[in-house]
């Protein structure tokens, strides 16, 4: 497994309101570049939580990309995708690289605390997620945090760093100057007109950092 690095997606069910939609969607931002996909969706449809999360997870192999399932390690497990991110707030990280295996990506929401990104480190997450950044639409109630953390989290912390929240093309060069491996957009890249070419000029700073 290659280090993780570069556009992390989040699928997004207003963003992409039927299967066809999403998958069409998530195949432009793969062929863009896309290096990471997480599955989030807080609908409590498990008949089409399943299904949606079987389907990425064929698409994402056939792209070579990892998939992770928000929140839900019981779907993560039982769809065969590559790991989970959870937040504070979503169980336990010991319990699920307990129920995923070693090989299993798992990542922790740690908002702007450097400390809870050591527990998690600590309990077993291989990435770490730090934001929002800026003002988000699809959290908006998400708090922010300020864009040095990133550079003290690479400093102290030996685990890919993730940015995440409002990030767009007009401050991702900025972000990715501060520290972030990955950074982690749902509506700058999947409410783009042109997806593919998005998660190219999305992924541009990476290859200039
Ligand atoms: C990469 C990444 N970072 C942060 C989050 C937010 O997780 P959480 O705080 O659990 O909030 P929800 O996404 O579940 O609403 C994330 N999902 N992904
Ligand atoms: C899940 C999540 N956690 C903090 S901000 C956010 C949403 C990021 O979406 P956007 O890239 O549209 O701001
Ligand atoms: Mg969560």
Redesign the pocket.
Known sequence: MTRLHGLYG?T?ATLMPTDTLMLERVEAALRGGMRLLQY?DKSTDDARRLRQALALRDLCRQYDCPLLI?DDVELAHASGADGVHL?QQDGSVAAARDRLGPAALIGQ?CHDRIDLAQRAIQAGADHV?F??F??????PE?ELAPLALLQEARARLNVPVVA?????MDNVARVVAAGADLI????????AEDIQQQAERLTQPFHVS
């Open positions: 989040l997004d989030r928000n937040g929401t997620a934001g929002a800026f003002a988000s639409r699809t959290k998400a995440i929240g409002g990030i767009s982690a957009v749902v509506n700058a890249l999947f409410a």
